[in-house]
């Protein structure tokens, strides 16, 4: 509680100058908290805009290795891959063949960035015919996600992440259990050292309608509200963490982000645990629609609303504007 009479002068004389502003600046936006979001597709010299993410890309393994390069340059840590299979099954199969988009994507990375940390999404809607985040199981009147099945295949995928040559993996799909399953079923295979950052409040949202696009994983049929979280609730968001935190996650992670700044605060708060924020394909776009119409200034929106989650109590931001930023702030 702040008590007493502060004089509003000294206020001002702190705000004055823009060298004194940075010294006594209560929160920091650095390139070192971000993840660089990236979207690889089989075939050769594929570089495809997505039309609802302007300045975002589709690329071919051996296009996105020039993107990676070019962020390494940026001083940007880490990426996160998201792969679109040519073909893909009811059980999503290629999400944990060693033979995968991901995990040959992967290898060409290493190979060529080796010093770049590579992040897997874990999920299974880019990957199954349905766009369901698991394996479904089925009767006369509906279809359902199969919980316990899901963590089975979940455990393939991970490993067969690692033998690639993952740094870490990013359980996203919210399946009860996840995250024991996955530690247990890399410590199996010897992967004891490889974290776990769990996308552990992820909300029912509106917001990733352009991700659907990018990563043409859109439900065929109903949605994804059984296994994600309303977006009304707070303390199921804090019991969701922890169990994950209890299971084995290294980081938690509330997605989407800038609607949900209380929920960042509240789990960095409540846990005092790494905590990352998704800054999501639809704040992205929204920018981006309001920038190109010169409705804002891009730099300055993109930076006031990073800081904001920074403010809020997140540690890493996973956004599309990384290379922006890192240019913007060096």
Known sequence: MITGKFPKLRLRRLRKDENIRKMVRENHLSVNDLIYPLFIVEGENVKEEIKS????????????IEEVKEVKELGIPAIIL???PEKKD???SDSFSDDGIIQRSIKAIKESVPEMYVITDVCFCEYTSHGHCGYLKCSEKSCDVDNDRTLELLKKQVVSHAKAGADMVAPSGM???MIKAIRKGLDKADFTEIPIMSYAAKYTSAYYGPFRDAA???PSFGDRRSYQMDPANVNEALREVALDI????????VKPALSYMDVIKAVKETFKYPTAAYNVSG????IKAAAMNDWIDEKRVVIETLLSM????????LTYFAKDVAKWIG
Request: net charge negative.
């Open 310 to 317: 920074k403010r809020a109590g997140a540690d890493i931001i």
């Open 82 to 84: 998201f792969g679109i």
């Open 175 to 177: 399946m009860d259990g």
């Open 283 to 286: 704040e992205y776009s929204m």
């Open 246 to 253: 209890e299971e084995g996650a290294d980081i938690v992670m």
């Open 216 to 218: 043409e994983s859109t």
């Open 90 to 92: 009811d059980i999503g």
């Open 53 to 64: 993410m302007p300045g975002q890309y589709r690329y071919s393994i051996d296009k996105v």
